[in-house]
């Protein structure tokens, strides 16, 4: 089963990087690692992904440990804007193409 | 450009009532799918369409749940004889094809339906 943990809350103060970890020990070669994060009272957002190697766009980046069982979602200056529930998501061959939601993280930004 | 729209915002209507909710993806995006957020369930897939293939169904809840996609665009879910355990935030998504790992999903802003 292509489950993923993470810390149920974090907090950071405004400006400062903010690293959101996940545990996906159980990751097969194929599953890709998705991050969504969803604002209050929004649908869910995409922010990134990746299968192997790191990955940086315009809103976060995504580092891979080597043996792919951890990521770790990086901010790289928090805003208050960036308040939000992320949740890591293994794209995995058994889900097809549904995207399967745990609790996430809730992120707290503190000005 | 235009992003995933859903009709209506809200919705609130009475126990045993049948409800439509309606949403209009990315205009090119072949899949659809819809997911359904509720306060200690979190978020959950309920079907998914592909262009022209059999959609899957496999989270829908019960069979008074059901949902069509006319013409690969527009879809419909509709909700026979709703129970207050239905009572939820019903999102939409679209992306641009099939592929686990590289089609990202694209959320309209929901429709908060109430069972009274």
């Known amino acids: 089963d292509a489950k993923t943990t993470q810390p149920n809350s974090m907090e950071s103060n405004e400006e400062e990087p903010v690293h959101l970890p996940c545990n996906h020990s159980?990751?097969?070669?194929?599953?890709?690692i998705h991050w969504y994060r969803q604002l209050p009272s929004q649908g869910p957002e995409y922010v990134i992904h990746?299968?192997?190697s790191n990955v940086n766009n315009r809103m976060a980046s995504l580092a891979i440990a080597e043996d792919r069982k951890s990521s770790t979602l990086i901010l790289h200056r928090a805003t208050l804007r960036d308040a939000a529930v992320y949740y890591c998501?293994?794209?995995?061959?058994?889900?097809?193409?549904?995207?399967?939601f745990g609790a996430g993280t809730i992120l707290r930004v503190k000005s | 450009g235009a992003g995933v729209s859903q009709s209506p915002s809200n919705k609130v209507t009475e126990k045993g009532k049948d409800v439509e909710l309606r949403c209009d993806p990315i205009?090119?995006?072949?899949?659809l799918y819809w997911y359904r957020q509720s306060l200690g369930q979190g978020l959950e897939f309920l079907i998914y369409f592909q262009g022209n293939s059999a959609p899957d169904k496999s989270g829908l809840p019960s069979d008074r749940f059901s949902a069509e996609r006319t013409g690969g665009s527009v879809s419909t879910l509709t909700i026979q004889r709703t129970q207050q355990e239905d009572s939820a935030v019903y999102l939409c998504?679209?992306?641009?094809?099939?592929?686990?790992?590289?089609?990202?999903?694209?959320f309209g802003p929901g429709t908060r339906l109430t069972v009274t």
């Open positions: 990746g299968l192997t």
């Open positions: 159980t990751i097969s070669g194929t599953d890709y």
């Open positions: 998504a679209s992306s641009k094809g099939q592929g686990q790992g590289t089609y990202e999903q694209y």
């Open positions: 998501i293994l794209r995995a061959m058994e889900y097809g193409n549904k995207l399967v």
């Open positions: 205009s090119g995006h072949t899949a």
